[in-house]
């Protein structure tokens, strides 16, 4: 099994910025791609940011130039850089990762518990 925990939400106000953090663990043979999405009240998940493990990566729409998604692969671990935040941003921002659990190349895919982001004055 793995586990996704992450962390860095909380309140900020407009404009600001935060960082957030999702590390992996448990059985990892190899991390595929990892990710962030985020889900308001009353609203579907939407897309945030991935990236594979090469580093490519890949943004929402409404957040494109604001965010930043990056790596640690030592750490199995994701990162995503947000700036010039507004208050539509606020949201429970949810990790994910699409996993390789041992040689034979079995597969996971699930999603943290998920952290609270609040832009607000």
């Known amino acids: 099994q793995v586990q996704l925990v992450e962390s860095g939400g909380g309140l900020v106000q407009p404009g600001g910025s935060l960082r957030l953090s999702c590390a992996a663990s448990g059985s990892i043979f190899n991390i595929k791609s990892m990710g962030w999405s985020r889900q308001a009240p009353g609203e579907e998940r939407e897309l945030v940011a991935t990236?594979?493990?090469?580093?490519?990566?890949n943004y929402g729409h409404s957040v494109m130039g604001r965010v930043t998604i990056s790596r640690d692969n030592a750490k199995n671990t994701v990162y995503l850089q947000m700036n010039s935040l507004k208050p539509e941003d606020t949201a429970v921002y949810y990790c994910s990762a699409d996993v390789t659990t041992d040689a034979r190349g079995t597969n996971w895919y699930g999603w943290g518990q998920g952290t609270q982001v609040t832009v607000s004055t």
């Open positions: 990236i594979n493990m090469i580093g490519n990566t």
